[in-house]
């Protein structure tokens, strides 16, 4: 029972890891894709910029212009510094113009928000100092506690002593108290004081709940969702949670990348984290955008930080992009031997189907002279195949006739010995000078040879006709099966050629056959040799 919740402890810890990976490598394709981007972004933002000048441009009261330049001034603070500056100063010179104490310490707060960006924290601490919280509203007032607690903040990062970073982070801390005592509980603004304090104050778990609040607030706000992601990912970071916190660094520089900011710190931690993995190409991609932003905005600290990694990100990576290309020079000099074998098999394989194709055209050659010999032997075949029907059929009709003779014999020797014993000696001699038992018999002769003929050969008629001029065509008359002239080419096509036979056959005389088949010839639409050639192979 042990072994097996250990195993889904482990199924279930791979497959939350698994997920969290796929994920992760969502939003890094995402990121990749805004970063590409990112000239796009910025010019959506710089339209906006241009809207609010075009805007200053028009005649306005100094309230109005006033407004304008704190919305320009939102524009520019985390995007340009230099003209942020500028716009901080004209908010000071109208606030000053107007004689309004209020809005000149706001403006002012503005200078300071600027200095405090830029790295000089003297001035930005000395405008500060010289304010009086009394003097303030109570947004004023937790605007003003904000840039303390900003100031303290980022000189404890760079204090070079660890008494001084202590020092600086307790004044840090207790801003945070009197920011909270400030705001309105409940407020984002609060909410994220609070979840910075519990931080610092180690308590993880708590931290984590209120950003997770914070986030689910802010996700469908865009840029917004920069803020509770970077928090998020600190927290997870000092956690040992590498996973989720990269999940939301990522989330954060994409909030940062989309909406143009260029002074932020989540897409240069992410390509150290990065960097730590082994993902130098990304890493070096990452770390030089974050170079081009800070550099762009002239936040001075941020430049600083990045400073301090790129050198070493972007060592690593033109070891890796010379190691890729001396690997890709040996891949070359491979692929190219490969190429030159590849090349060489080729020839030997062109050579092989040249051999191959001048068999099989001789292999081809042999079928084809097979073919016409089986052509050959079948067509001999058929021609025996019709020889021996037509000795078949003609043996037993041969059969018939003689035994049909035989008994017309018979019964005539019958008839002429009843004759003579009844002394009919005057018929007797009437019947044996008769032709009319010739005549008939012959008669029947022809009919049973046609009748055989056109059983073996039924086209025949139509098959001897077509090589006649169409209007010498022979046809036989009703009650007729073949003419005289059709019965002669008739014995012709059974082989029988010779004349003398052709008339002992049908009786009749040798010149008679012999101008039949003259007759015949010369109605032809073939030459005599021609002609002959073609009745016999009729059928």
Known sequence: MKQLKVILAVFFVSLSLYSYANETDSLLRVLDISIRNRPQYTLE?????????????????????????????????????????????????????????????????NVAEVMIGVAMYKEGLEILDGIKSSDLDASGISYYYYQYHQVYTLMADYAFSDKMKDHYRSLAYQYKDSILSIRQPGSQGYLLMKSEKLLYEEKYDEAIEILNSCYETHKQKGYSVA???????????????????????????????QAAT??????????????????????????????????????????????????????????????????MVALFILTSAL??????????????MKRLNVARKVVSNMNEELKHINTDLQTLNNKLQESNQVKEEYIGYVFNMCSLYINKQEEQRKMLARKIKTGQLDDLYKTVNSSSFVANELKEFFYTFDSVFLKLYPRFIEQFNTLLQEDERIYPKEGELLTPELRVFALIRLGIIDSGKIANFLHYSAQTVYNYRLKVRNKSLLSKEEFMDAVLQIG
């Open 45 to 109: 933002r710089q339209k906006q910029i241009d809207a609010l000048q075009r805007k200053l441009s028009l005649p306005h009261s100094d309230q109005e212009r006033f407004d304008v330049y704190r919305e320009l001034f939102g524009k520019y603070r985390a995007y340009r510094m230099d003209s942020a500056l500028w716009v901080a100063n004209q908010r000071v010179e109208l606030a000053k113009r107007m004689k309004n104490p209020l809005r000149l310490y706001s403006a002012e707060l």
């Open 262 to 327: 260029k002074e932020y710190i989540s897409l240069w931690k992410l390509a150290n984290l990065l960097f730590k993995e082994g993902d130098i190409n990304r890493a070096y991609t990452y770390i030089e955008c974050s170079m081009q932003d800070a550099t762009f905005c002239n936040a001075r600290y941020r430049t600083q930080e990045i400073s301090e990694m790129l050198p070493v990100i972007s060592r690593t990576y033109e070891n890796k992009l010379r190691q890729e290309k001396t690997q």
């Open 339 to 352: 190429l030159i074998i590849l090349l060489i098999a080729l020839m030997f394989i062109f050579y092989q």
């Open 227 to 257: 803020i509770p992601s970077i928090g998020l990912a600190n927290a997870y970071g000092v956690m040992g949670k590498t996973e989720l916190q990269k999940k939301y660094l990522i989330i954060s520089a994409i909030a940062d990348i």
